[in-house]
Nanobody, 111 residues
C-alpha cells in the first residue's frame, strides 16, 4: 500500500451520502495539511476540501455546505463526509498530503 490510502467510494443515488477516508502511513504527518481533490472524466483535477494543520479549512465553491472535512489524529486519518450528492459529484476522489497522492477512490452518483 501507498503512503495515503483512500476508501469509502461507491455508487450512491442522488441526494445520498458517502464518507471517504484517507489513512496515512507512518511516513505521513498526522498533523500536516491534508486535502481532498477530485477528477471527473475529461476534466481537470480540482480541490474539494483542504484541512490545514491549524484546523482551518477550505472548500471548493461547488461544495456549498454539503461536504465536511475532518481529522482523527489517533488514526492518522482525514475524512470527507459528503451529503446531498449530485450526479455532478461523480469523480475519482484523491487524498493529498504535501507532494504525495493516494491512488483515489471512485464515487458514482446515479439513479
Amino acid at each position: 500500500q501507498g503512503d495515503l490510502v483512500e476508501s469509502g467510494g461507491g455508487l450512491v443515488q442522488p441526494g445520498g451520502s458517502l464518507r471517504l477516508s484517507c489513512v496515512g502511513s507512518d511516513n505521513i504527518s498526522r498533523y500536516f495539511t491534508r486535502a481532498w481533490f477530485r477528477q471527473a472524466p475529461g476534466k481537470e483535477r480540482e480541490l474539494v476540501a483542504r484541512l490545514y494543520g491549524d484546523g482551518t479549512v477550505d472548500y471548493g465553491d461547488f461544495v456549498k455546505g454539503r461536504f465536511t472535512i475532518s481529522r482523527d489524529t489517533a488514526q492518522n486519518a482525514v475524512y470527507l463526509q459528503m451529503n446531498n450528492l449530485e450526479p455532478e459529484d461523480t469523480a475519482t476522489y484523491y487524498c493529498k498530503s504535501g507532494n504525495k497522492w493516494g491512488i483515489g477512490t471512485l464515487v458514482t452518483v446515479s439513479s
